[in-house]
Structure formats: structure tokens, C-alpha cells
């Protein structure tokens, strides 16, 4: 009765770390064209200013503009799917559980500590008398 529960729990809060990890990147992604949608606009505009306004027209500096915000829409890019692919779920699972493992290690060790410095059986004859 109990081990049903357990499994059932397991799979609920399994199933809602991917829901969550499905919602978070659907929002990388959608901020990601929004980026880009941005990014078009705004460099249409800043040709716009430079050539059209005439703003710095003895200088092309719209190509420097847009050459830097197309970098780090390039940076941006690269976050969201190559990054995100090698330090994705199964990367946080593998890191929480090497975590979790050196944790238990440690806790072994102290358990072993004390128990060689005060062993039970020290304890018990001191109740005994």
C-alpha cells in the first residue's frame, strides 16, 4: 500500500521537474525570438537614423552598431541551444546526485568516527552497572 504511494509520488514529482523544465525552455526560446524580432526592427531603425535622419551621416557607424548587437545575439544563440545542451536536466541530475553521493560518503565517515569513539557497546555496560 505504502510502496504504491512512494512510486506514484516519484513519478508526480518526476513528471513535474519535466513540466518545469519544458516551461522554462519554451521561455529561452520565446525570448529568443523576441530578441530577434528586436533585433530586426532595431537595425532597420538605426539605418534609418544613419541614413535617412542623416544623423553621423560621414560615418557608416550603423554597421558597427548592428555588428555588435548581431554578436551578441550570436552570444544569445549559443546560450540558449548549445549551452543549455551539455548543462541541460540530465547535467543537474548527474551533478545533484554526485552530491548527494559525496554527502552520504561523509556522513558514513562520521558515523564510523563515532562509532569507534564511542562504541555502543561501552555505552550499554555503563547503563548495565
Given at each position: 500500500?505504502?510502496?504504491?504511494?512512494?512510486?506514484?509520488?516519484?513519478?508526480?514529482?518526476?513528471?513535474?521537474?519535466?513540466?518545469?523544465?519544458a516551461q522554462t525552455r519554451i521561455k529561452q526560446k520565446k525570448r529568443l525570438y523576441n530578441h530577434f524580432v528586436v533585433f530586426?526592427?532595431?537595425?532597420?531603425?538605426?539605418?534609418?537614423?544613419?541614413?535617412?535622419l542623416k544623423y553621423g551621416l560621414e560615418y557608416n557607424w550603423f554597421v558597427w552598431a548592428?555588428?555588435?548587437?548581431?554578436?551578441?545575439?550570436?552570444?544569445h544563440i549559443f546560450n540558449v541551444y548549445i549551452t543549455n545542451k551539455f548543462m541541460g536536466l540530465d547535467w543537474e541530475r548527474a551533478q545533484r546526485e554526485k552530491l548527494v553521493l559525496k554527502q552520504k560518503?561523509?556522513?558514513?565517515a562520521l558515523q564510523k568516527e563515532i562509532e569507534t569513539?564511542?562504541?555502543?557497546?561501552n555505552i550499554n555496560k555503563k547503563k548495565e552497572e
Open positions: 500500500m505504502f510502496s504504491k504511494d512512494k512510486k506514484k509520488s516519484l513519478l508526480e514529482i518526476e513528471q513535474h521537474e519535466l513540466m518545469e523544465h530586426l526592427i532595431g537595425s532597420v531603425f538605426i539605418v534609418f537614423i544613419n541614413k535617412v548592428i555588428t555588435f548587437w548581431a554578436f551578441l545575439f550570436a552570444i560518503q561523509k556522513i558514513a569513539e564511542f562504541p555502543l557497546s
